[in-house]
């Protein structure tokens, strides 16, 4: 046998039509099926016991598995009823382009070779995008998890002097950054893995909008230099995790440069706000950070994976991760030319050709279509916060910001509110009608809402809501009763 080509490719062909035909029939239709289903004791248990293969199977038999045991059974943020997290509904276009990046099989690590250049136009693309200077440099990473860890390892090496640090690690040195406490959670923990330690990572109250309190961070910076520390980098947050809120990001950058600090902003989804006329005013200040973390697989609805990490400093990213070895010679031409390469800005040597969807993306719908995306999902925001105000029983418990939503059932007959908010939301997840999800807000268990799918509308809202009333009235034995909502300021 010669390697794993097929021995007959008409074959193939017509099993990967088959495939394909049913995949963006699936795509089409997905809004017909539940948002999301558990997945059966006994295909679960399959999958758990499946012994080692060592001998082959039918691609049809394999995908006739797929098909049965796997395609019914995922997360559900394809459908316009998935409001859970914030996760894009990616798209038919997507699918097809990762096709073509997956029968490429780049490595995008570097060398000389087209893939890198797409690569490197999608940058250049996204750095116009947010206002970066065009000398950025920048990566495609998993998510903004990777992103905001590649930024922390950046800033420290810039501010605190990077080759004594590649050498001898951090040592006794005392550094510290600072982020609102509604920060995403990768951040603390970028701060770990980057030896630093979570306890470094200082966590900045915030006001009754949810946004870092300025007053408090001067505070803090003040006491910690006092005491020894040394802060190096101050992190903003476009779009926070809980309620889409945005730090006060101008003024953010103005304190960086006044504390001589690197300026970060974690736009994981709240960045591509940018792309909308309408909302690109609640991120200004974003254009002024040394370095941001988004992701094109949220609101760009680029199919997963597909984050992005931009350096304002051209030189930044290669002193913090650049290495010199004999085997990655880079030459004056010929295959191993076309320096710098990917792998010198960030920690992987392997990577795929992400930059293909993101490309398929930003030139096939336009920045100008995405940025109605993000309009249309704030819209239906609004509209689901107007119903949830004007329902006696419903309490908004966060201002609308983008496009999260976070609210509660509020009955009046000593119920564990937090219990019954968390119930319901299993409840809905279980009917396949629609798929919020939980968080806390000032101590209380609210439902979350995050209109983050291009086909979500206000009848999907409408539809969640209705779902959820009924479901309270059904746990209840009564329709929910009236309630005084405490007003959100």
Known sequence: MAGLDPQDWEDLRAQGHRMLDAMIDNIRDVAAGPV???????????????????????????????????????????????????????????????????GLNANLGGRNHAPVDVERMVIRWAAEMFGFPDTTTGLLVTGSSMANFIAILTASR????????????????????????????????????????MQALRRVPTGRDHRMDLAALGHM???????????????????????????????LADLAQAEKLWFHVDGAFGALARLSAQHAPLVQGMERADSLAFDFH????????????????????????????????????????????????????????????????????GTHRLGEVVARSCAVARHLAARVSRTP???????????????????????????????????????GIAAPSTTRINGQLAIRAAMVNHRTTEQDADIMLDALLDLAQLRLGVAPQACSPTPVG
């Not at 003040?222 to 003024?251: K, Q």
């Not at 009046?412 to 119930?423: I, M, P, S, T, V």
């Open 36 to 102: 999301w289903q558990p997945m059966p004791p006994a295909l679960r248990a399959g999958f758990a016991t499946a012994p080692l293969p060592v001998e082959g199977r039918d691609l049809g038999e394999l995908h006739a598995r797929f098909v049965e045991a796997v395609q019914p059974y995922s997360v559900g943020n394809r459908h316009p009823r998935f409001m859970g997290w914030v996760h894009g509904g990616g798209t038919a276009q997507g699918m097809l382009a990762d096709m073509l990046a997956a």
């Open 158 to 197: 810039a501010v605190a002097g990077g080759a004594a640090l590649r050498q001898a690690g951090v040592g006794g040195r005392r550094l510290v950054g600072y982020a609102a406490r509604t920060a995403h959670g990768c951040v603390a923990r970028a701060f770990d893995m980057a030896g630093l330690g």
């Open 393 to 431: 029983c419903l309490e908004l418990l966060a201002p609308v910001t983008l496009n999260i939503v976070c609210f509660r059932l509020v009955v009046a007959d000593g119920q564990d509110l937090d219990r019954l908010n968390a119930e319901l939301v299993k409840d809905l997840h279980e009917s």
């Open 221 to 251: 910076l003040a006491e910690d230099r006092a005491a020894g520390f040394e802060p190096f980098m101050v992190i903003g947050t476009a779009g926070t995790v809980d309620t889409g809120s945005v730090d006060p990001l101008n003024e």
């Open 298 to 365: 949220k609101w760009a609805q680029v199919p997963y994976d597909a984050g992005c990490v931009l350096v304002r400093d051209p030189g930044a990213q290669a002193a913090a991760f650049a290495q010199a070895l004999d085997y990655l010679a880079r030459e004056d031409r010929g295959l191993a030319a076309h320096a710098p390469w990917f792998c010198d800005l960030g920690p992987d040597l392997s990577r795929g050709f992400r930059a293909l969807k993101v490309w398929f993306a930003l030139e096939g719908f």
